[in-house]
């Protein structure tokens, strides 16, 4: 089946997937090929695809939005970084920020805005980390 | 004829504002590029955002939503839109074009949100009834567009308006901008809208049409609720479309800067060359006179 990935800047992934896992809201959702239809949410977290071949990859993406059908899924999200181009530094300074600015006093949509911020770069950092 | 002093001082200045006008020029181009590569990166995204727009309308009806709610015109019905100018001018009949066309609307009913100086000054001017400004500079990131969809949104969900239009310069190409009034909320009629909006590469579209008879009959799940996820996604959906907007205002606004200033700098070097001639012209003028003084005077020695 076919994945497509897509962030406001252009098409993140485009690629031929024998099973795809994603972070839905209600916890991670695994799709083979001849899915039923579906439309969910997604949270910041960690997208896997494998190949035919089983070659698995990994990427980290914002939280978003997935439509799956049965030979194809389209992902939209604000963001997706493929393991190798996680920044660890980068996300950790992220995470820093993000943690810094939820402790100032600030307006609901400042707090989702860092909370977002947060997650996303925990995701990056989750993902970078756990195969070592 | 000026005298040969003064043409060479106009010829100066000119010379001049033709630096300046080439060097905004540069400027506009290497922002123009920017710009327009930003407005088209997203066209895919905001075009599989409709498409799951469309595709979840089959299954559920939308029009259910708040945010796609229609509402009856009354007689004191209002409606609200957002103007997205530019900050400086300096780019042809850009902002004209645009708020001649929103001044056919009624002032009477009609509520301004501004984004962007020109429009601000303009509608301050002509005493309309301006309720909020939003600034968004050369540089802005998706948070201006939730900014500025959040307070639509709350201003239409509270029933103050009836309806939101965005007016913009639609970006088509460097040369051409065309000024564009269009129905942002309510949301429903939206998914026509969305079927004619322009298509993105082909690669993408080609293989959804082959199987697009199958797909309309595909019946959706919904995860965790249909409901949670509309409200999710409709909102997101308005705020997507507010910074599509802002983009391809920004790309025409560089486009039609740099084809401005371009124009600019043409005619001033034009006007240099004509300068130039003048100027030979009279220098030439003054030194026959020359000539013939010292011949003159020549003669009468003899």
Sequence with gaps: MKLRVVTPTGIAIETEAAYVTLPGSEGELGVYPNHIPLVTNLVAGELAVRDKNGQVTYYAIAEGFAQIRPDQISVLTELATAESDIDEKAAEEAMNRAKLALEQRMSDEEIAAAEAALARAAAQLRLKRRNR | MASTREIRRRIKSVKNTAQITKAMQMVAASKMRKAQELALAGRPYSDILSSTLRDIGETISLSKHPLCEIREPRSDSRITV???????????????????????????T??????????????????????????????????????????????????QTDQILVAYNSFINTITQKPEIIRLLPLSGLMSDILTEKPIAHNLTSPEQNQHAQLHSLEYL?????????????????????????????????????????N??????????????????????????????????AAAMN
């Excluded at chain 2, 957002?82 to 066309?101: A, M, S």
């Excluded at chain 2, 030979?280 to 013939?292: D, G, M, P, V, Y």
Aim: proline share 2%; glycine share 4%; net charge positive.
């Design chain 2, 82 to 108: 957002l103007v997205i100018t530019t900050d400086k001018g300096l780019c042809g009949g850009l902002n004209t074009n645009l708020l001649r066309k929103v001044s056919e609307l009624n002032p009477a």
């Design chain 2, 110 to 159: 009609t509520d301004f949100v501004t984004a962007g100086r020109k429009g601000r000054q303009m509608l301050a001017t002509l005493r309309r009834s301006l309720i909020a400004d939003f600034e968004f500079g050369d540089v802005f990131d998706f948070r201006k567009a939730r900014q500025i969809g959040r307070f639509l949104t709350e201003r239409f969900l509270s029933a």
């Design chain 2, 222 to 262: 919904f995860e965790p609720s249909h409901q949670e996820v509309l409200n999710i996604l409709l909102p997101h959906a308005v705020n997507y479309k507010i910074w599509q907007y802002l983009l391809e205002a920004k790309a025409s606004e560089h486009s039609a800067r740099m084809i401005a200033m371009k």
């Design chain 2, 264 to 297: 600019a700098t043409d005619n001033a070097k034009q006007l240099v060359k004509d300068l130039t001639l003048d100027y030979n012209k009279a220098r030439q003028a003054s030194i026959t006179n020359e000539i013939l003084e010292i011949s003159a005077a």
